[in-house]
């Protein structure tokens, strides 16, 4: 019996290491990903927060929502960068360039 537990214990240990390396590689979701994510929590929250008496799960919901949104804004603002970038690098040599179709207003 002694053995079958240290067996099992060692099993376990094993399979929580594997998944702890595993698990931040294999959870990287698409832009569109977190939208939708993004959409569902916030749908969630209005639901619980308007039909549930204890308000908690629908507080925990909107703030997981606002978690997920910040994400999906960092996501575009990344995409935005490395075009901003691609354009800069290679623009000029097709002759046209990120700022044609992206301008910045000239009040700031």
């Given at each position: 019996?002694?053995?079958?537990?240290?067996?099992?214990?060692?099993?376990?240990?094993g399979l929580?290491?594997?998944?702890?390396?595993?698990?931040?590689?294999?959870?990287?979701?698409?832009?569109?990903?977190?939208?939708?994510?993004?959409?569902?929590?916030?749908?969630?929250?209005?639901?619980l927060?308007?039909?549930?008496?204890?308000?908690?799960?629908?507080?925990?919901a909107?703030?997981?929502?606002?978690?997920?949104?910040?994400?999906?804004?960092?996501?575009?603002?990344k995409?935005?960068?490395?075009?901003?970038?691609?354009?800069?690098?290679?623009?000029?040599?097709?002759?046209?360039s990120?700022?044609?179709?992206?301008?910045?207003?000239?009040?700031?």
């Amino acid at each position: 019996m002694l053995r079958a537990s240290r067996y099992t214990a060692a099993a376990l240990a094993g399979l929580i290491g594997f998944g702890s390396v595993v698990a931040p590689v294999a959870a990287q979701a698409s832009e569109e990903g977190k939208r939708n994510t993004t959409y569902a929590l916030g749908a969630a929250a209005a639901a619980l927060l308007l039909t549930q008496k204890n308000k908690l799960p629908g507080a925990l919901a909107a703030g997981g929502a606002i978690y997920a949104y910040s994400q999906y804004q960092n996501d575009i603002n990344k995409r935005h960068k490395r075009e901003r970038a691609a354009a800069y690098r290679y623009g000029y040599r097709r002759g046209a360039s990120y700022t044609r179709y992206h301008r910045r207003s000239a009040h700031r």
